[in-house]
């Protein structure tokens, strides 16, 4: 089992067997790691399962007894060779450090991590180093698409062989020249007057599951509902809500529709805009019909599927506010939302926190099943 | 109709919120080479891997610098990749956190006097490449201390008398770092290049010339 030891209390751990490695004295510094795999036996074992690492111990081994034999005079003889006991100490003495630090940057990596960290730079002054943090978190979704279209187009699809040093060069300057315009309106939505947000979700005075399916653009998240959907109705679970299918031309996703889960009923919702790359033209009474839609599905079924959480909604615009303004006495006792990788966090903090959060299922999967379940087991 | 994400602001954001914009931007482009590239390349267990990202991590802050050249952008654009790392799947991501952040605090330095300057890119670029390249020998100074460098001496030397010549594996040292310095020189000169026809670009834009 592991203790839930207050973080100073582990910070001060952890700094005190740093003092005490200072000496550089052999005993001291092997009372510092037993120390702080002791620590770590109790706060956090998965920091240790880190550690097991047999490169790293291998060569940590190889190099203590290089040192008993390069350095040093060779005056104690150990299973049969001759060896420099001074240089071997050395070198039991190194490898202890090294296991010492290692298990503590294991440790500290893991509270470097996500959330731990933007709460740590506000805490220490860095405001704007962590909003941007923020930022970037929620653009790796989109700068990582960037890149593979972009590695696309080089290669045409030919594969390395098809790559042409011209149209590289041409590409990674589209995807710099990208990359900068995107800091550009980054700056400007940041220059706009906040979105003002309605009071956390009213939805909280029922018992409500909010499952949160992460996946970036094109990874399958409007199809992962709708099958969902279909076995949780073949299951005798009534589903209502929206999706938000893609409109393709070819390859190329061109605009999205607007799917009523209860009534099937579908409609246009956006097409893309008309320089490319710059994004998609929503039809306004594309928000009020999914406004009603959602309305209809939360008050008549008992589960609720919400199609494209993005960086709309991060940002609180988009399905977000329909969301918010749900009755707090609707019948829906399970939502499950397709989301955007990146703005699960922010959208969380607008719409409360998510009751689970996980990669989209593979169909007929054994973590595909366990949802059905637990969302039959919830919406009952 | 209303159209998100549109691409010319009404009104031109502050040079601050620009600033951060741009390290956010650019240091998540970086960290996204360095979590996608990166792992596949460290997968692939190539030699000189380090010394190529951080080449292509130095010439994509060149190039960030030719856009915008406020003093500070390439330190705060590594300190987002740094942690934008933090996001890889499993393994201890310290040493390549470290890493990134002291190839940014590189770039600055040697982008500091003039950051459009041919040079200074050449500079960065090696500056980068290099500090990859022996990243792993700091690394380990820091967790086995100096008597691991008075072992690699050793080492060095009895290699050299073995091959007849004491002082050949200094060389050999001399000439691989010499290898990584040109390499990340090559990436800091690319990215200098990309940098100022991706700027060229954006003013064409801006001024009507390109759709």
């Not at chain 1, 009213?202 to 969902?228: D, F, N, V």
């Not at chain 1, 073949?234 to 031309?249: F, R, S």
């Not at chain 2, 040079?119 to 020998?137: D, E, I, N, R, S």
Request: glycine share 14%; with cysteine.
């Amino acid at each position: 089992m592991t203790l839930r030891l207050p973080p100073p209390l582990v910070l001060a751990v952890a700094l005190g067997t740093l003092a005490l490695q200072f000496s550089g004295d052999l005993l001291r510094s092997l009372l510092a790691l037993v120390l702080w795999i002791g620590t770590l036996v109790l706060v956090d074992r998965q920091s240790l399962r880190r550690l097991w690492l047999p490169r790293f111990w291998a060569f940590s081994i190889a190099i203590a007894l290089g040192s008993g034999l390069l350095l040093g005079e060779r005056d104690t003889v150990w299973l049969g060779l001759a060896i420099s006991g001074k240089g071997l100490r050395a070198g039991v003495l190194m490898v202890v450090r090294g296991a010492y630090l290692f298990a503590l940057a294991s440790w500290g990596s893991r509270q470097l991590t996500g959330t731990g960290m933007r709460r740590l730079l506000r805490r220490i002054g860095l405001i704007r180093f962590g909003e941007a943090l923020e930022v970037a978190f929620g653009l790796l979704p989109e700068l990582a698409t960037t890149l593979r279209r972009a590695g696309g187009e080089v290669s045409g699809g030919r594969g390395l062989r098809g790559v042409r040093p011209g149209h590289f060069y041409q590409t990674a300057v589209q995807v710099v020249a990208q990359t900068g315009l995107l800091a550009i309106r980054v700056a400007s939505e940041k220059a706009r007057p906040a979105v003002e947000t309605p009071p956390p979700a009213p939805a909280a005075s029922r018992i409500l599951w909010r499952i949160a399916l992460i996946g970036e653009r094109g990874e399958g998240k409007t199809s992962t509902l709708q099958r969902l959907g279909e076995r949780l109705r073949e299951q005798g679970v009534t589903v209502g809500g929206i999706l938000q299918p893609g409109v393709h031309e070819g390859d190329q996703r061109v605009g999205y529709g607007l799917r009523d889960v209860l009534t099937g009923e579908e409609r246009p919702f956006a097409t893309k805009g008309a320089q490319a790359g710059l994004g998609f033209t929503f039809d306004p009474a594309g928000w009020t019909w999914s406004r009603d839609a959602l309305a209809r599905g939360d008050e008549d079924s008992e589960v609720l599927l919400v199609d494209e959480l993005g960086r709309l909604e991060a940002r609180g615009e988009g399905h977000l506010p329909p969301l918010l303004a749900l009755a707090p006495e609707g019948r829906a006792r399970v939502w499950l939302c397709g989301v955007r990788a990146g703005c699960e966090t922010e959208i969380a903090q607008r719409l409360g926190p998510w009751d689970r959060l996980q990669p989209l299922p593979a169909p007929g999967s054994a973590e595909e099943e366990e949802l059905l379940q637990e969302v039959r087991r919830r919406a009952g | 109709m209303i159209t998100v994400q549109a691409s010319a602001p009404a009104a031109p954001p502050a040079a601050r919120d620009l600033f951060w914009a741009h390290a956010a931007a650019f240091g998540a482009f970086w960290g996204t080479l360095e979590i996608t590239l990166g792992s596949f390349l460290h997968t692939l267990r190539l030699p000189f891997t380090g010394a190529l990202l951080a080449a292509l991590g130095a010439g994509l802050l060149v190039a960030a610098r030719q856009l915008r050249p406020a003093r500070g952008g390439s330190l705060a654009a590594a300190g987002i990749a740094a942690l934008c790392k933090s996001l890889s799947p499993g393994g201890v991501i310290f040493g390549p956190m470290v890493g990134i952040l002291l190839e940014g605090a590189l770039v600055e330095l040697a982008l500091l006097p003039a950051p459009r300057a041919r040079l200074g890119a050449a500079v960065a670029g090696a500056l980068a490449a290099l500090m990859a390249g022996t990243q792993k020998f700091v690394v380990q100074f820091l967790f086995y201390g100096g008597t691991l460098f008075e072992l690699y001496v050793a080492l060095l030397r009895r290699a050299g008398e073995w091959l007849g010549a004491p002082d050949s594996g200094f060389w050999i040292v001399a000439a691989l770092l010499g290898l990584l310095a040109l390499l990340g020189a090559l990436g800091g000169l690319l990215g200098w290049k990309v940098g100022r026809d991706a700027a060229a670009l954006l003013d064409r834009q801006a001024a009507g010339q390109v759709a």
